[in-house]
T-cell receptor
Framework: KAGVTQTPRYLIKTRGQQVTLSCSPISGHRSVSWYQQTPGQGLQFLFEYFSETQRNKGNFPGRFSGRQFSNSRSEMNVSTLELGDSALYLC????????????FGPGTRLTVT | AQSVTQLDSQVPVFEEAPVELRCNYSSSVSVYLFWYVQYPNQGLQLLLK??????LVKGINGFEAEFNKSQTSFHLRKPSVHISDTAEYFCAVSERRTGANNLFFGTGTRLTVIP
């Protein structure tokens, strides 16, 4: 079974631009969660989508948004990029139950210059 | 609100020696507890989890952890480490109310196994 895939793996953007990251969950998984990992703040939960609906949301500004498609693939968007948005963005999928294991992708490394 | 404290940012240990990675948490509600491992340039992999029941939890790769409610701790242990255990280890909690898909992570402990 293929794992969680994230594209692109690396991205360089300029401050003020916007960016879209993509996550394809494991086949059959309906829940996708997004996390931001930085050296200063560590791993922080962004949001979770289940069956195309946002189910949980972390404490991030409105510049961070996401969506999920009918095939469970998910995208996250960051508008008006700031230098502090440079991070590794991790996506995790699970089959949807609240007690089941999350499987993480390799992440997208975003650098904002 | 929850918080997770990993007391050691770096732990060097000789190969075949035992190791303990410490984790303490703070929460006003009941939580689930997890340990994840991250190898260089990879995502996170679940080592073990405590949901309920026995406080001693066994995970993959020979790791185990013990939930201590009175001390609000969930320390990770391995009796004999291998070079391949060199990685970053993260302790995490989630509220029983919201479930396991909303994780709060500690800052991580970098385990370095010395040959």
């Amino acid at each position: 079974k293929a794992g969680v895939t994230q594209t692109p793996r690396y991205l360089i953007k300029t401050r003020g631009q916007q960016v879209t990251l993509s996550c394809s969950p494991i086949s059959g998984h309906r829940s996708v969660s997004w996390y931001q990992q930085t050296p200063g703040q560590g791993l922080q939960f962004l949001f979770e989508y289940f069956s195309e609906t946002q189910r949980n949301k972390g404490n991030f500004p409105g510049r961070f948004s996401g969506r999920q498609f009918s095939n469970s693939r998910s995208e996250m968007n960051v508008s008006t990029l700031e230098l502090g948005d440079s991070a590794l963005y991790l996506c995790a999928s699970s089959s949807g139950g609240r007690l089941l294991e999350q499987y993480f992708g390799p992440g997208t490394r975003l650098t904002v210059t | 609100a929850q918080s997770v404290t990993q007391l050691d940012s770096q732990v060097p240990v000789f190969e075949e020696a035992p190791v303990e990675l410490r984790c303490n948490y703070s929460s006003s509600v009941s939580v689930y507890l997890f340990w994840y491992v991250q190898y260089p340039n990879q995502g996170l992999q679940l080592l073990l989890k405590y949901l309920s029941g026995s406080t001693l939890v066994k995970g993959i790769n020979g790791f185990e952890a013990e939930f201590n409610k009175s001390q609000t701790s969930f320390h990770l242990r391995k009796p004999s480490v291998h070079i391949s255990d060199t990685a970053e280890y993260f302790c995490a909690v989630s509220e029983r109310r919201t479930g396991a898909n909303n994780l709060f992570f500690g800052t991580g402990t970098r385990l370095t196994v010395i040959p």
